[in-house]
């Protein structure tokens, strides 16, 4: 997405996501455009935000549990936190490794 637009405006990447009744994931970002909501952080928060999101889609799941917390503690991101901590649980086997036929993608129930 933020090739389409140039880089002239910020997008923080959410992720791959599967929307309930859909098949394909899709990509899925927000378009913060020049808005600071993290005052002089916004580039560490939009930077954190997608190691979070590449972390997770590599399976590397520790590594994406820790941009999780650091998320939620220093900006305050819970949503997004409990999403990713909430895939890891289904995503990884009890040794902590991707399920077999893991894509990177985040499947939501709700709508």
Known sequence: MQELLGGALAVRPV???VVRGKVEPEWIGEL????LPHGARTAEWLDL???LVKAFGEGRFDDCRDCADRLEREFGDSAL???YRASILECSTPAGTPVDGFDGAIRLRDK
């Open 32 to 35: 913060v455009g020049g808005l």
């Open 49 to 51: 935000s997608g190691r």
């Open 15 to 17: 992720g791959r996501l």
């Open 81 to 83: 936190a409990a999403v």
